[in-house]
């Protein structure tokens, strides 16, 4: 099972998923949690970001995502190939010889959940990301678009409940784990 929080950066995925990590682990989940990657890219991101850096956060993901699947049955990610395409689209716009690749990725997420920017709850600066609103807006913003545009099931983590948030994640998670139970034969 693999698991995908997305979102704008500074939303709180990073807290959710070890979070969620930490209570499935508490009842003996084997998992993986794989953090953002774009944090590690050596180019520049946020708003000065280029082809070549969302190509090295996108592919760095994937290769992160792989490789985790095979170290864990479940697979928590501080974001999504959807994130770091957005990212991508706002930079330099739509990249037709990615598209295919985008698609095909996104269809091996079993969830993907969308962490929301809560109103009057401004990015933290932690010196990596950008703490610009308007560009943490226009993120979010292109994402729905993409979600939309692809047609993309997603959970959506109410604004107002910021407090249940990782109830939440853990109840769909959990159900999402349970085997299905095949009818006895009488």
């Known amino acids: ?27 003996d989940v084997h998992l993986e949690v794989l953090v953002e ?3 590690r ?9 280029d082809l070549a850096a969302q190509s090295w956060i996108l592919h760095t993901q994937i290769a992160e995502e792989t490789y985790a699947a095979t170290q864990a049955p479940v697979v928590l990610c501080d974001r999504s190939v959807l994130d770091n395409y957005t990212y991508l689209l ?10 295919p690749l985008i698609d095909s990725w996104i269809s091996g997420y079993d969830l993907l959940v969308h962490v929301p920017i809560v109103a009057g709850k401004e990015a933290q600066g932690d010196g990596v990301r950008s703490t610009d609103q308007h560009f943490r807006q226009a993120v979010d913003d292109r994402l729905a678009k993409e979600i939309e545009n692809r047609n993309i099931n997603v959970l959506y983590l109410d604004p107002h409940n910021r407090d249940g948030w990782l109830d939440v994640l853990e109840n769909v998670s959990r ?3 349970q085997t299905p139970q095949l009818e006895l034969l009488v």
């Open 1 to 27: 099972m693999k698991v995908a929080l997305i979102g704008s950066h500074g939303v709180g995925k990073t807290t959710l998923v070890y979070g969620l990590a930490a209570r499935l682990k508490r009842t």
């Open 90 to 99: 706002l930079a330099k716009g739509r990249q037709p010889h990615l598209e």
């Open 41 to 49: 890219c050596p180019l520049k991101i946020n708003e000065d970001t």
């Open 175 to 177: 159900a999402a784990l």
């Open 37 to 39: 990657v774009a944090r």
